[in-house]
């Protein structure tokens, strides 16, 4: 669906076949009558609209129902509702965000504007930022670098690039341990020497 910033446009159109006893638009504290057109669709013209998101659902007959034909949802005390945006808002438009601030603008206008739960996944570097977000309870979990991407996918039983990037891993992570204590080994051994001397 969509909608132009300040100017009446259909919002919603469906074929039906038979009679609807009432077909209703209903955005919250609102509501709007849809009628059947000469071609058989029901519609409903509202506007103008301001610019930003508009919660909305049908009454079909007395049932609440949400768009079939949209998949933007939103939810809100136990209801469903369908959501369109309509350009222009500082709040909803889309925008070019900072390089590693994307899950930070999603926990901030998205989990913290509509409440809706957010599971961030990224690299193993930022995984540490995120961790005061999870323990205030401001997202719901952190899939961090290729070891959080295969214990996903070990967790819905449908291992894939993740689990077989895994070895490679832990080997390259045991050969740099192994390293560290060989350099070690030989930085002593060389003090040792010079201690003699």
Known sequence: ????PNECAPVWDMDRNGSIPCLKMTIPYQGAAMTKGANGVWEVTLGPLEPGAYRYNFNVGGLTVADPRSAAVSESNNNLWSLVVVPGSETYDERQVPHGA??????QFVGGRFNQPI??????????????????????GIIGGLQGAAEYESLIEKPGSATLGMPAQSWGHGLIILL???GNIGFLLSRKKKEKK
């Open 102 to 107: 994307v899950a930070d603008m999603w926990i």
């Open 1 to 4: 669906m969509k909608v132009a």
């Open 180 to 182: 560290l204590i060989i």
């Open 119 to 140: 599971i961030v996944g990224c690299t193993g570097v930022n995984a540490p930022n995120l961790y005061q977000y999870l323990h205030a309870g401001q997202i719901k």
